[in-house]
Each structure stands twice: as C-alpha cells, then as structure tokens.
T-cell receptor, first 116, second 109 residues
Framework: GAVVSQHPSWVICKSGTSVKIECRSLDFQATTMFWYRQFPKQSLMLMATSNEGSKATYEQGVEKDKFLINHASLTLSTLTVTSAHPEDSSFYIC????????????FGQGTRLTVV | GQNIDQPTEMTATEGAIVQINCTYQTSGFNGLFWYQQHAGEAPTFLSYNVLDGLEEKGRFSSFLSRSKGYSYLLLKELQMKDSASYLCAVVDSNYQLIWGAGTKLIIKP
C-alpha cells in the first residue's frame, strides 16, 4: 500500500536553531501534502497545505516565516521550523492524499520536536 | 508491535445507523482519536476518548473500552455527506500517534 515516510522521528534542538522535517511519498506522487502539529492529549491541528510547485497555504494563526514549507518535487515536502523556541516543542505529522480511485490520506509517522 | 485494525470499507444506507470498529494493540495508551476525511481533503477531528464509555456528539458517538483495546464510532441518521474515510488513531505511551489505515464508508441512497 501507499506509504508516507517522515523523518526524523524525533529531534532535540537548542533554542534559536532551525530544524527541517521531511515528508516523502514512497510509492506514489503527491501534489498536495498536509502538515499538522499536535500537543499532548490534543487533536491534530492543520498547519498548512503544501502544494508542489507553488506556495503553501497556511491556516489562520500559523506564522509563514517561522514554519517554512517547501514542496519541490512530487514526492517530497519539507517543513522547516526556523529559530525554534521551547513553545514550538510539539508533535508534527504530515500526510498525503493518495491519487486514483483511493483518495484516503496517508500519514507519516510523525516527528517529535523538543526545543531546549 | 503496535497495531490498529479497522475495516477497510463499509457500505450503509442513507438514514440508517452504522458502527465502525477499531481494535488496537499499542505500547501504552493515552487516548484514541477518530477523524473523518473526505476525498482529497485534510482529516477533520471527530472525537477523542481517553476514558471508558460512550461519548455522544450530535449524530456521532464514540465508545472506548481500554481493557478490550476496542473502540467504535457510531454514526446515526446517515447522510450522503457522511461518505468519507474514518480514521482511528491511538496515542501511545510516547505520545506518538499510531494510525489505523482508515475505513472508507460508502453511503447509498
């Protein structure tokens, strides 16, 4: 079946540094990918929709300059958390819709970011 | 290993009731989510259960039994717009989400 691979699974970084998270569709092409964040015991919150070859669409309240999204190819989208702060510590997960007759989204494994 | 099982596809009739089951085996448990996702769209949150029992929210209800590793999503008075995929996801001991593959629900007139 279709697989979305997200890397890294977890990362610890210092305040002020930047962290890049990759999301790859392994056996299908994804023109769209979704990026979510989730705090413990809370629901997923959609951050942005990544579109291959064009600018990402950000949800209200999400800082575009802080959460940089690049969707340079049909199989790769990246989320870069710039100048990370402890409040950015969260669980980030990507997902991609599967094309053809099966249009369910498939999710990456998630990335737990801890900023110290 | 960690595992979430839910049926791949279900079919129901408009106006009827349908129950979508989810069984899980995870390292720890910190809650279970149900999400709805329409084709080509991002998933939308439906429910979150962390304690045993039934939680009702309009036409949708979600039930959890932690001892049985079991949950279900109950949809009443089905409408055509309920045709979607329904995703079950469990939060494990590391607060990582373990996702089911989703159940595609087809509503027929």
């Amino acid at each position: 079946g279709a697989v979305v691979s997200q890397h890294p699974s977890w990362v610890i970084c210092k305040s002020g540094t930047s962290v890049k998270i990759e999301c790859r569709s392994l056996d299908f092409q994804a023109t769209t990918m979704f990026w979510y964040r989730q705090f413990p015991k809370q629901s997923l919150m959609l951050m942005a929709t990544s579109n291959e070859g064009s600018k990402a669409t950000y949800e209200q309240g999400v800082e575009k300059d802080k959460f940089l999204i690049n969707h340079a190819s049909l199989t790769l989208s990246t989320l870069t958390v710039t100048s990370a702060h402890p409040e950015d510590s969260s669980f980030y997960i990507c997902s991609a819709p599967f094309g053809g007759s099966n249009t369910e989204a498939f999710f990456g494994q998630g990335t737990r970011l801890t900023v110290v | 290993g960690q595992n979430i099982d839910q049926p791949t596809e279900m079919t129901a009739t408009e106006g009827a009731i349908v129950q979508i089951n989810c069984t899980y085996q995870t390292s720890g448990f910190n809650g279970l989510f149900w999400y709805q996702q329409h084709a080509g769209e991002a998933p939308t949150f439906l429910s979150y259960n962390v304690l045993d029992g039934l939680e009702e929210k309009g036409r949708f209800s979600s039930f959890l039994s932690r001892s049985k590793g079991y949950s279900y999503l109950l949809l009443k008075e089905l409408q055509m717009k309920d045709s979607a995929s329904y995703l079950c996801a469990v939060v494990d001991s590391n607060y990582q989400l373990i996702w089911g593959a989703g159940t595609k629900l087809i509503i027929k007139p």
